[in-house]
Nanobody, 116 residues
Framework: VQLQASGGGWVQAGGSLRLSCAASGGTLSGYDIGWFRQTPGKEREFVAHRWWSSGLTEYADSVKGRFTISRDNAKKTVYLEMNSLKPEDTAVYYC??????????WGQGTLVTVSS
């Protein structure tokens, strides 16, 4: 499975963006999906996760209540809806998928810049 992330850009604080992650070379059926982010000099951090089997979601405390992860299996696409964006949300965002306990598949990243 190959993942292609898109939808990043520049937005003012308080604004919204929707990131997309399109899968090719296969479907996302049976895969958990996730979003991570990274800023220069820091390790990649978890943002959101959605289990395939249950549909349950999990979010980092820093984004809880503001971000929503979803998927459209027919379109083979994963989304991250981001609202009430803050300057500290500025990062390169990566989508990922896994069929085991390891995140095996990663998109190339899309940059989100939030200005104050």
């Amino acid at each position: 499975v190959q993942l292609q992330a898109s939808g990043g850009g520049w937005v003012q604080a308080g604004g919204s963006l929707r990131l997309s992650c399109a899968a090719s070379g296969g479907t996302l059926s049976g895969y958990d999906i996730g979003w991570f982010r990274q800023t220069p000099g820091k390790e990649r951090e978890f943002v959101a996760h959605r289990w395939w089997s249950s549909g349950l979601t999990e979010y980092a405390d820093s984004v809880k209540g503001r971000f929503t992860i979803s998927r459209d299996n027919a379109k083979k696409t994963v989304y991250l809806e981001m609202n009430s964006l803050k300057p500290e949300d500025t990062a390169v965002y990566y989508c990922a998928a896994r069929s085991t306990r390891t995140w095996d598949y990663w998109g190339q990243g899309t940059l989100v810049t939030v200005s104050s």
